[in-house]
């Protein structure tokens, strides 16, 4: 429903290119909180998955740029949610690993 009232009202939803910024702040935000919850110092765990986040997003974003070459923009609009949607999925999983690993050792 909110898909079709963005494109109806607008352009057809697309990625602003500073989409891995906005995942690389989201990861160190939630790592922080990861960091709090198994008792550790939030700093380094908020620096990591900063950058880890970044990392991660500005590869899969670069990826979904190059399998899209030859094509249309709504492939490659299509190719950059996929990559996005991925890039969030490790993250998660990345995060809760190591927030599992952490509680582990305490």
């Known amino acids: 429903m909110t898909l079709s009232l963005l494109a109806m009202t607008g ?10 910024f906005v995942v690389a702040l989201a990861t160190g935000v939630i790592f922080g909180f990861l ?11 908020v620096l990591g998955g900063a950058i880890s986040g970044l990392v991660t997003s500005t590869l899969a974003s670069g990826l979904a740029n190059a399998m899209a070459v030859p094509y249309t923009a709504a492939e490659i609009r299509s190719h950059q949610m996929v990559a996005m949607m991925i890039a969030v999925a490790f993250l998660a999983l990345v995060g809760f690993l190591l927030a599992l690993s952490a509680q582990r050792q305490q």
């Not at 352009?11 to 891995?20: F, K, S």
């Not at 198994?38 to 765990?45: E, N, T």
């Open 11 to 20: 352009p057809p939803l697309t990625l602003h290119p500073a989409w891995p």
């Open 35 to 45: 960091a709090v919850w198994v008792g550790q110092k939030p700093l380094f765990w």
